[in-house]
């Protein structure tokens, strides 16, 4: 029999207020190892702010975001900066919607993909090198570029760019963030694939925010719908989009199959 897979995350009652504005407000779910949970809502119900606190960014004002680390859970803010600014580059990657707030454009693309591997322990020069031309064939980018700087890449090269620096330390969790927002439809395609593809290929337990319906559908085990800082559906992903009971899930369904 397959062994159960482990919880790689659980977050008991997350809750973020801005001023008088709860941006967050006590979500709670668990995710287990090779699962990807689709966290979908209109602009403004908190999914940035929820994937910020997850990620290490922003403390939450009440509740607990607890990660893997070898065999038990490790509550994130309960531990000391040191620790946590320890813990997370090996353990967590977040990627940005945005690919420029992910890379160091001043560098070459084989010393983004060195860099977090460096800060994780890699010194030898050969191997660096070698691991980042792996990642760069691993994200369809040419050998040939490895001594580029990103700011002369396409937008998709740069985005398949920050997941290879992303995933290159080998994280459990990968929190990403609207990661084909802002590409054309065709370079979102492709992106998608490569996404599945290595979240299938590595096993990782991904939590993907996005506007786009076809995104979750495509890459997401389970579908939390969020509105207003809490979560008001969650299911499977087929479960919840063929058959939503919450009137705002509902009208998104709907507003996608109307186009
Ligand atoms: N740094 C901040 N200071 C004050 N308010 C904030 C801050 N960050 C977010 N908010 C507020 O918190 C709420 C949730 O914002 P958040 O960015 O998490 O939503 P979102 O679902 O990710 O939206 P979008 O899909 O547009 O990115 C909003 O009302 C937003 O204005």
Redo the contacts with the bound molecule.
Sequence with gaps: MKPRARDILRADRVSKL??R?P?CNSVSFSLREGEVLGIV?E???????LLRCLAGRIPPDAGTVRIASDDHLVDLWAMDEASREQFLPTTVSLIHQNPRDGLRLDISAGGNIAEPLMAAGGRHYGSLRATALEWLEKVDIESRRVDDPPEIFSGGMQQRLQIARGLATHPRLVLMDEPTGGLDVSVQAKLLDLLRRLVHELGIAVVVVT?DIGVARLLADRLMVMQHGRVIEEGLTDQVLDDPHHPYTQLLVSSVLQV
């Design positions: 801005f001023g504005i941006a809502g602009s403004g119900s908190g999914k940035s702010t506007h």
